[in-house]
Structures are given as C-alpha cells and as structure tokens.
C-alpha cells in the first residue's frame, strides 16, 4: 500500500507541475473576500484591528489547507463517463483523489508558510503566540478540517451518479459554511442562536477550529469537546461515503466513456 | 449609430431563442438569484448585528448600496461574462478572423454577441434592495436624485465595460488561463461597501486606480440625495477616459493578432 501511494505521490506530483500557471493562479484565488471581510470587521472593531489582521490570515491559510475540489471532478466525470477509466483500475478511485489532495496541500504549505514567516517580520500582529502543545493541537485539528472537508466534498460528489446538478447542491453547502465556519465573522462575533448551531455542525471544524486553537480563543476543556465532535462527524461521513459508494456503484451506468 | 442598435437587437433576438431552449432551468436560476441576495443580506445583517455605523453608513444606506452592488453585477453576467470565454476561444484557435472581416465594429460584437438573460433577476432583485434599504432608510428620493442617480449609473456602466474590456483583451497574450473573470470578481467585489471603510493603499488604489469605489458608492449615494455636480461629472469624465483607454487597447492587441491556427 506505501509503494502504491509512493507511486500515486509521484503521478500527482508531476501532473501538478505540467499545469504550473493555473496551480498558481488557482492558490491566490480565494483571497479578495476574507480580505475584505477583514477591512469591514477592521472598521467596526478598530480597536481590535491587529487580531483581525491575525485571524483573516489565518483564514486564508487554513482555507486553502482544507479545501477541498473533488466535487467538481467527480461531477464531471461520472457526468461524462471518464469515471469508467477510474473503476478499471486496480486501487479504489478515493485514493487518487487522497494522494492529489496531499500533493496541492503540500505545495499550498512549501509556499504559504515561508510568505507567513517573511510577512510576520514586516507586520508583528502576524507573529503567533502559540504553546508547543498549542502547535501540535492546532496542525492535528487542520489535518482534521482538511479530511472534513474532503469527505463533505467526495461524498456530495458521488451523489452525481443520481442528480446532475450536483454542483449547485454543493454551492448550497458551501455557503452555509460560509457564515458557521468562521469566513464571513469570528464565529464569537455571530448572534447567539448561530453561535450555538455553529458549535455542533461540522463546518466549524473545517476551519474555525484550528483558528480558534491557535489563538488561545479555545482551550482545555472546549478544545477537547470540540475534537470530540469534529471525530463523531468524521465517522458518519465515513459511513455516508462508504454506503453512498456501495448503492452508487449499483446504480452507475457509465454512458458516455 | 442606428445599424448598432438594429444589430444589438438581433443579438438580444438570436441569444432569447437560444435560452428558451431551456426554459426548465430558468426556475433552478431564480432560486439560486435569491439565494444568492439572501446570502449577501444576511452577511450585512452579521455585520449589523455588531455596530451601527460600516465607515460611516447606516443600515439602509448599506442596504441600497449592496442593491446597486447586485444590479451592475447582474448586467456583468448578463452581457459581459459569457462573452470573455468566447473571445478566448477566437484568439486560440484563430477563428477570430471570422468577426473582423464582419462590417460591424469587432470590439462591439466581441463583447456583447452572447447574452444570458436569466441574470437579469440579478439586476432586479437589486433594484428590489435599492427599494427595501430606501424604505429602512425612510427616504423618498426626488426627481433630481433620481436623475442624478441614472446619470452616474451610466457612468459606472461605461466604467465597468471599459474595465472589463481592458482585462478581456489581454486574452491575446494569456491564452492559457480559461476564465481571466475572476480577477475582475475580486476587485469588483471590494465595491461591495462603502469606499470608506477601507485603509490606506487599498483605499487609494480602489479610488483612485482602478475605481471599484466610484463605480458603486456614487449611484448609491446619488439616490440617497448625497449627490455633488461635480461629483457626477468626475464620473461621466473618468467613464469616458476608461472607454478610451479600453478602445485604444484593443486596437493596439488587435495589432499582435496573426490569425494563426484559423
């Protein structure tokens, strides 16, 4: 299994490289609107300006380190029947998309983190003030937003083999989790109601929560209790990709090719 | 003049019967529209829940800004948008050849040959924001803001068409990426709020530089009755150098286009 994904890493890795420009143009993409967010959030809290500045950064840091495309690839090929060349093949297609997934995050972090660490010396309210323990719980809780999303994101993809706007029902979701997983406000900025709904949906785990680590606005007892559920929603998606992917299977019929 | 008009009309004609091929969607599209205002209302309201005042605006002034926000985006997507992919598609494969040997002015048809109309919920739903802010805000515009409105509204479409005129011919030299759109999105999406509330060389370049702020912020405070002459003949004079500057570079790419591959 290490020799295949070895092998896989490296597949990725070049097609990664064949496609350099729009790699690079696909990165900074994301980046106007928790920019903007950050000026409206900088003008109603002037005072607060420097952990904003912190908090929308790391926004788009984590952002990026989670994010997650399988939707739309496997919108398309299942629409189009080049999903077939991927059923052939002797690995489940999930651990192409998993080994393209490491491939992007790991170039998105070579890059991201050294632009950070050059910009921290420029503007001190980017330096972190983070425990050893608090780096260690924070890197575990990205790699778990990051599998959140993955699995939110190639489960929504395989309802394709029933619905063929599976795009727009993603779209959906997409923007629910705009407001509950911290972009649009610091989720403590949200009203009471959305706060509480925030903390038991998953999309909070997807990139508040590590945000929320990092600046010491979670600790002890909450950051516990907030793995705890970021776990329990993991095992559920696992569940609802792996039950999606048996009836899926059943149902595809691969026209096209 | 008169011989654009009538071609203008059979574009509107040809891309009307295109899209009644699929009419069924056109209902998916209207859900998404509102959608699309509901979600932009309630992140202003999130912003609103914790202040009263967003670089200087109230509520309702916030509110008819982001309606006027809706209004030009829905006319981008009406007649800009679907243009931009096609025109990369002529300077690729050379077909391009087809639209300047065409007796009409190539700049013109480029871009409004295609139109989607659906997106012109987009600049209703807008105008329905525009109303609703203006009633939370208590004020009846008068007759001359209204007309001051649709003066500077005309100059903030001229604005946004040279804009994107200038990006979409640079498709002469970056034929590579597919949609060079979503640079426009992320600066048109600064005129979301009030020019006001942004700091320092951001606010300088989306006033001055690329005027993001003008585009949006003078209509909207033109029908709030906010509005200055000068203000409004700063915009119509900055509008018509844009379309200028757009013009004449189209021209100049038009000079790097060979035809090859046609």
């Given at each position: 299994m290490i020799r295949k994904y070895i092998a896989l890493l490296r597949m990725k890795y070049i097609e990664m490289l064949a496609y350099r420009l729009a790699t690079f143009v696909w990165m900074t993409g994301a980046v106007a609107q928790p920019l903007i967010t950050m000026f409206v959030w900088m003008n109603i809290h002037p005072e607060e300006s420097e952990s904003f500045v912190f908090y929308f950064m790391a926004v788009i840091f984590v952002e990026r380190m989670t994010s997650a495309w399988d939707v739309w690839e496997l919108d398309r090929e299942i629409r189009e029947g080049t999903f077939s060349n991927l059923l052939l093949r002797p690995l489940h297609p999930i651990h192409w998309a998993i080994a393209e997934n490491i491939i992007y995050k790991w170039l998105f972090a070579v890059i991201l983190v050294p632009v950070w660490v050059v910009a921290a010396v420029f503007w001190p309210a980017l330096l972190p003030h983070m425990t050893g323990s608090q780096v260690v719980l924070f890197l575990l809780a990205v790699v778990l937003g990051a599998a959140l999303r993955f699995l939110l994101s190639y489960s929504c993809g395989l309802l394709a083999f029933w619905v063929t706007k599976v795009a727009a029902v993603y779209g959906v979701i997409d923007v629910i989790s705009l407001f509950l997983s911290g972009r649009i406000a610091p989720l403590e900025m949200l009203p009471p109601q959305l706060r509480e709904w925030s903390e038991w949906l998953l999309f909070r785990y997807m990139i508040s929560f590590p945000i929320e680590i990092a600046t010491g606005a979670a600790d002890g007892e909450e950051v516990a209790r907030g793995f705890a559920i970021a776990a329990g929603w993991m095992i559920v998606l696992i569940a609802a990709l792996q039950w999606l992917w048996k009836a899926g299977i059943g149902k595809n019929q691969a026209v096209g090719g | 003049m008169r011989r654009y008009g009538r071609v203008f009309r059979e574009f509107f004609r040809a891309c009307l019967v295109e899209e009644m091929e699929y009419r069924s969607e056109f209902f998916g599209n209207f859900i998404a529209s509102f959608f699309g205002i509901a979600v932009a209302l309630l992140t202003v309201h999130i912003f609103f829940y914790q202040t009263d005042r967003l670089g200087g605006w109230t509520y309702g002034e916030v509110l008819v800004l982001l309606g006027v926000f809706n209004a030009l985006r829905g006319f981008i997507d009406f007649a800009l948008r679907p243009n931009m992919p096609r025109l990369l598609e002529h300077v690729r494969r050379g077909t391009l050849d087809y639209v300047l040997t065409k007796p009409v002015d190539s700049m013109f048809y480029v871009s409004f040959r295609h139109l989607v109309f659906w997106r012109l919920i987009d600049v209703a739903l807008g105008l329905g924001v525009i109303g609703y802010g203006l009633y939370v805000e208590r004020y009846v515009p008068s007759a001359a803001d209204v007309c001051m409105f649709l003066i500077v509204m005309a100059a903030s479409l001229l604005l946004i068409y040279s804009l994107w005129m200038m990006l979409m011919t640079t498709s002469f030299w970056v034929?590579?990426?597919?949609?060079?759109s979503f640079i426009f999105d992320s600066f048109f999406d600064t005129a979301r709020f009030p020019g006001s509330m942004y700091r320092g060389a951001v606010r300088f370049v989306i006033t001055y530089v690329l005027p993001a702020v003008l585009i949006t912020n003078t209509p909207a405070l033109a029908l709030l009755g906010k509005w200055s002459v000068p203000a409004a003949l700063a915009a119509l004079a900055v509008a018509i150098f844009f379309l200028w500057l757009a013009r004449r570079f189209w021209r100049f790419a038009l000079r790097f286009y060979t035809g090859a591959g046609g």
């Open positions: - | 034929v590579r990426i597919d949609d060079l």
